[in-house]
């Protein structure tokens, strides 16, 4: 955490009212402390280390609420399979899961903080990683860690305990679903705040889902869950039912599954990418629980099979030019919605007392995040008042 003065922004936004051009921030202690029309600067507090903005606009940093970055090993093979004509399965993930147990930690942290890297010159200075291609206590256990040690290294890192990934080959289900109940107690002492369950077809059941998720909240683990991406299974129900934090894919969501989830107050998150990357084509889900008055949020996904690729600008394009949403209501999701998604207050925005995550972007507006498709969006990237860190 660090102090900051941002100066000679072009056009700045706060998500705290309109956004202001000729604007500055000031960050005291790595929180916002200032922010307004440079010409009214309070007296005192343009001390300190300066950023100048030169005339870009400025936005809080990008929140990735939905990622899986720590993995081994490849899935070229899954991908050149589907440009052929083939399908989705979540069984590839065993392929992941073979590769990760082998690599020593060294190896997944490295790997791991190179994507940690490259999503915070792209813009992202809250990060949400999930185990899940362990698949036994232990090596989840280990996968944690890693997740762990990369917050002591980057700092803005939320941990996710994923056990629930798919079922094990040759594992008897219902054996699995009670060793992963059983290893809550572990991934608490791990570092996770959150657990997540893929439930889908191919995947957990929601009858499966409900005994992991209600077992997690009794540890006092936060509930997520991976929603009907590849079929209507009911998952987005048992969502609204437990009151999870955030719902995520919904690709297969319907009209009254929608309504449940923004009664509850669940967070719906798009995962643009995995849409284009896994060749679904499904987009029309966004509009729908936008209509439902969901909260919205958007997320990378990053992942070796179905979303390889660590850009939240990338996502907030899909989410504009294939799923239809406005260049501020895709904004907002990339930062309001993925905080609301993470349950933190504190950052999503620039107003006084958030964290002091910004980004200067490559150009003086933010519609061109969407509009200047291929360019580098974002030019520095700040994390609690501090300049680049990677």
């Not at 008897?172 to 893929?198: K, Q």
């Amino acid at each position: 955490m660090s102090d900051l003065l941002v100066r000679r922004i072009g056009r700045l936004t706060t998500w705290v009212g309109t956004p202001t051009v000729d604007a500055a921030v000031v960050i005291r202690n790595g929180r916002v402390e200032w922010s307004g029309p440079d010409r009214e600067l309070p007296r005192g507090l343009g001390d300190g280390p300066q950023l100048d903005a030169a005339g870009a606009a400025v936005l809080p940093g990008f929140v990735d609420c939905h990622t899986h970055a720590v993995w081994a090993g490849d899935r070229r093979s899954d991908f050149v399979a589907r440009l052929e004509g083939g399908d989705y399965v979540p069984g590839g993930i065993e392929a992941t899961v073979a590769a990760t147990r082998a690599a020593d930690d060294s190896t997944l942290l490295r790997a791991a903080a190179r994507r940690i890297r490259t999503m915070r010159a792209n813009g992202t200075t809250t990060v949400e990683v999930k185990s899940g291609y362990g698949l036994r206590p232990d090596d989840e256990a280990r996968l944690l860690e890693v997740i762990r040690r990369l917050d002591g290294t980057f700092g803005g890192i939320e941990s996710t305990y994923l056990g629930a990934h798919v079922v094990p080959d040759g594992r008897n289900r219902s054996d699995y679903v009670a060793e992963v109940i059983a290893s809550l107690p572990m991934a608490a002492a791990h570092g996770a705040r959150w657990c997540d369950v893929f439930c889908d077809d191919g995947a957990f059941t929601t009858d499966e889902a409900r005994q992991i998720l209600t077992a997690a909240a009794g540890q006092g683990l936060g509930l997520r869950m991976h929603a009907d991406q590849l079929a209507q299974v009911g998952a987005s129900r048992l969502a609204a039912e437990l009151r999870c934090a955030s719902a995520d894919h919904l690709d297969h969501v319907t009209v009254g599954d929608a309504h449940a989830l923004a009664s509850a107050g669940v967070v719906g998150v798009l995962v643009p990418v995995a849409s284009l990357y896994t060749r679904s084509g499904r987009w029309s889900h966004a509009a729908l629980l936008q209509q439902a008055g969901v909260t919205l949020a958007i997320a990378t996904d990053c992942n070796p099979g179905s979303a390889y690729g660590e850009s939240m600008p990338l996502a907030i394009q899909l989410a504009c030019l294939e799923m239809g949403l406005s260049v501020e209501t895709a904004l907002r999701a990339a930062t309001l919605g993925g905080a609301a998604a993470l349950r933190r207050a504190d950052i999503g925005h620039l107003g006084p007392g958030a964290r002091g995550d910004l980004i200067v972007l490559a150009s003086d507006h933010e519609v061109d995040v969407v509009a200047h498709l291929g360019a580098a969006a974002v030019t520095t990237t700040v994390t609690g008042g501090v300049v680049g860190r990677t």
